[in-house]
């Protein structure tokens, strides 16, 4: 079983970046597809990017696509999202996720961060 737990959240302004990270314990963190969703006020919770086990394949929200990348650092145990040109409708709260399977469900869920950016 992985924990994970997401930082570099903040208030920004439109056009600025931010990079999120996800640090993960427990479990062998090269065996788990990750994945990062965000949640905004009134809206469901909604898929971003997702990246493989080795960090291969990425995979892009087409809100996204362009202005965000995902990676990941095994050794590290830990998986990024650089955030760039960020808009008004980013705003959320951005959750890390796990999953040991290529489809399916996630099973493990981080605490989420609060990304703000104002226009």
């Known amino acids: 079983q992985v924990q994970l737990v997401e930082s570099g959240g903040g208030l920004v302004q439109a056009g600025d970046s931010l990079r999120l990270s996800c640090a993960a314990s427990?479990?062998?963190?090269?065996?788990?597809?990750m994945g990062w969703f965000r949640q905004a006020p009134g809206k469901e919770r909604e898929f971003v990017a997702g990246?493989?086990?080795?960090?291969?394949?990425?995979y892009y929200a087409d809100s996204v696509k362009g202005r965000y990348a995902i990676s990941r650092d095994n050794a590290k145990r830990t998986v990024f999202l650089q955030m760039n040109s960020l808009k008004p409708e980013d705003t959320a709260v951005y959750y890390c996720?796990?999953?040991?399977?290529?489809?399916?469900?996630?099973?493990?869920w981080g605490q989420g961060t609060q990304v703000t950016v104002s226009s």
């Open positions: 990246i493989t086990w080795g960090g291969g394949g990425t």
């Open positions: 996720a796990a999953r040991l399977a290529g489809t399916g469900p996630y099973q493990y």
């Open positions: 427990g479990g062998t963190f090269s065996n788990y597809f």
